[in-house]
C-alpha cells in the first residue's frame, strides 16, 4: 500500500453506545452547543432499559451522541449533537441513520422529536432523512426571552 492510501486511524468513526465514562465529554459537547444544555444529572437519568444513547467516537474522541427514549412501538429522539469542529461532515447523519436502523430493528413503528422552530440546520438535516411536521408545541423550549415554540417532526419507520 503506498503512503498516499494508508487509511489513517485518526478519522476512524464508529458509532457504540454510550457510557457514563463519556459523560465528561459530552458535558463538553452540550455546553458548546445548546443555548440551554442538559445538565449531567439528566443524562444519567437516561440510563435505562428502554433508552437507546449512541456515541459517534472518532479515533477514540467523542465527537457526538444521540439519546432515544422507546416509548410503546414510538422512538422518541431526545436529543442529538455532534462538536461544533465536526459539523457538515455527515457525522449527523451517520447517527442519525444509525439510531433508526437499531429502532427499526427493534420494532419501533416511528421516531418522533421536538426540534427548536428556529434550528435551521436541525430540521434541513431531518427534512433531508424523510422526516415530516407533524405538528407544532407553542413555548416548549425557554429561550432567551420568553419561550420558544418546537415543531413536532416524526418518520414512519418501514420495519
Ligand atoms: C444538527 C446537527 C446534529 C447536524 O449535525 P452535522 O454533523 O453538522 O450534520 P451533517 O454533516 O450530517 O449534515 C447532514 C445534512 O444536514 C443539513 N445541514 C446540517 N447542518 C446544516 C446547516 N448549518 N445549514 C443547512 N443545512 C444543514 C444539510 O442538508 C446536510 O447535508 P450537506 O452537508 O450535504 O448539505 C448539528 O448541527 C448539531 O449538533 N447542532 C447542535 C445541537 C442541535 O441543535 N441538535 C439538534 C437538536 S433537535
Known amino acids: 500500500m503506498t503512503e498516499k492510501f494508508k487509511p489513517s486511524l485518526a478519522s476512524v468513526r464508529c458509532i457504540r453506545s454510550l457510557s457514563r465514562q463519556d459523560l465528561a465529554a459530552v458535558i463538553e459537547l ?8 442538559w445538565t449531567k444529572g439528566i443524562f444519567l437519568d437516561c440510563f435505562r432499559p428502554d433508552y437507546r444513547l449512541w456515541a459517534l467516537d472518532q ?24 462538536g461544533p469542529q465536526y459539523r457538515r461532515s455527515g457525522a ?9 436502523t437499531v429502532a427499526t430493528h427493534e420494532s419501533m413503528h416511528r421516531v418522533i422529536l421536538e426540534v ?16 415530516e411536521q407533524i405538528g407544532e408545541r407553542p413555548g416548549y423550549y425557554p429561550a432567551a426571552i420568553g419561550r ?12
Open 148 to 159: 420558544e415554540n418546537a415543531s413536532v417532526l416524526s418518520l414512519t419507520l418501514d420495519g
Open 92 to 100: 449527523g447523519v451517520l447517527l442519525l441513520r444509525h439510531l433508526i
Open 30 to 37: 452540550e455546553l458548546q452547543s445548546y443555548s440551554h444544555p
Open 59 to 82: 479515533g477514540g474522541e467523542l465527537i457526538g451522541y444521540a439519546v432515544v427514549a422507546y416509548l410503546f412501538d414510538e422512538a422518541h429522539l431526545l436529543n442529538l449533537c455532534v
Open 116 to 131: 427548536r422552530q428556529s434550528n435551521r440546520s436541525a430540521i434541513e438535516l431531518y427534512i433531508r432523512e424523510g422526516f
